[in-house]
C-alpha cells in the first residue's frame, strides 16, 4: 500500500522551524497590513517579501509532505531548501530592518518589524541546520 503523506518532515526539527516561521510571517503581514501606514514603499515591500516567503514556505511544505522529495531525486532538496532560507533571511531582515526605522513609533508597525526579526533569527537556526544536514551523510528515508 502507498503512503500519500509524509508527515515525517513536519515533526522534524526543520519542518517545526518552517511551521514557526509562516505563522510569524503571516503575524507581521497582518500586523502591517491593518494599518494605514505613512510610507507606502518601505511597507509595500515588506508586504511583499513577508507574503512571498509565506507563499514559499506553504509551497515548500505542501512538497514535501505530499513527498516530492522522493519521487524528485534528481533535485537536492537539502540545498534547495538553504538556499531558500538564505534567500529569505537576506529579504527579510532587509524588510524588517526598513520597517523599523518608518515606524515612527506606531505600535502595531513595531510589533510588524520584531515579528520580522524573530522570523530572520528563525531563518537563521533553520539556514544552520540546513547547513549541518548538507555536511553530514543521510539515507534517502532520514527525515532533517
Known amino acids: 500500500m502507498m503512503e500519500f503523506l509524509f508527515l515525517d518532515y513536519l515533526l522534524s526539527k526543520q519542518g517545526i522551524l518552517k511551521i514557526a516561521q509562516l505563522v510569524i510571517l503571516l503575524v507581521a503581514f497582518a500586523c502591517v497590513r491593518s494599518t494605514w501606514y505613512n510610507s507606502f514603499y518601505a511597507y509595500g515591500f515588506y508586504e511583499g517579501v513577508t507574503l512571498g516567503y509565506s507563499v514559499t514556505i506553504v509551497l515548500y511544505l505542501f512538497l514535501t509532505v505530499f513527498g516530492l522529495q522522493k519521487r524528485a531525486s534528481f533535485v ?41 526579526l524573530l522570523a530572520s533569527y528563525l531563518l537563521v537556526g533553520s539556514v544552520i541546520l540546513s547547513f549541518v544536514a548538507t555536511q553530514r551523510p543521510q539515507s534517502a528515508d532520514q527525515p532533517v
Open 76 to 116: 537536492n532538496w537539502l540545498i534547495a531548501e538553504f538556499v531558500l532560507d538564505t534567500l529569505g533571511f537576506i529579504f527579510i531582515s532587509t524588510g524588517s530592518i526598513i520597517a523599523a526605522l518608518k515606524s515612527f513609533e506606531v505600535p502595531v508597525l513595531v510589533a510588524a518589524s520584531v515579528c520580522g
